[in-house]
């Protein structure tokens, strides 16, 4: 189901899934990495939710995205 989609027939959490997996398959190919190599985490943080990308393939923390940014993956 495409966000769009998720978001016309209510169903939130299919909306979350959907933006979840656009960031997954981001950071995915930023890395080089499979999307099971690494953890997304979500904190909030100074009113603005920050996605922390921490690797178990590299075994350190690869960046913090803000969600302005997440946004723009999320539009593209």
Same mark, same amino acid.
């Given at each position: 189901?495409? @966000? $769009?989609?998720?978001? $016309?027939?209510? /169903? &939130? @959490?299919?909306?979350?899934?959907? &933006?979840?997996?656009? $960031?997954?398959?981001?950071?995915?190919?930023?890395?080089?990495? /499979?999307?099971?190599?690494?953890?997304?985490?979500?904190?909030?943080?100074?009113?603005?939710?920050? @996605?922390? @990308? &921490?690797?178990?393939?590299? /075994?350190?923390?690869?960046?913090?995205?803000?969600?302005?940014?997440?946004?723009? $993956?999320?539009? /593209?």
């Amino acid at each position: 189901m495409s @966000i $769009i989609g998720a978001m $016309i027939t209510g /169903n &939130y @959490i299919g909306v979350v899934k959907e &933006y979840l997996e656009k $960031i997954f398959k981001h950071e995915a190919k930023l890395f080089d990495h /499979n999307d099971t190599e690494f953890d997304v985490i979500l904190r909030k943080r100074e009113g603005e939710i920050k @996605i922390l @990308i &921490y690797s178990h393939k590299q /075994n350190r923390w690869l960046r913090e995205m803000s969600d302005k940014e997440a946004e723009k $993956i999320l539009t /593209n």
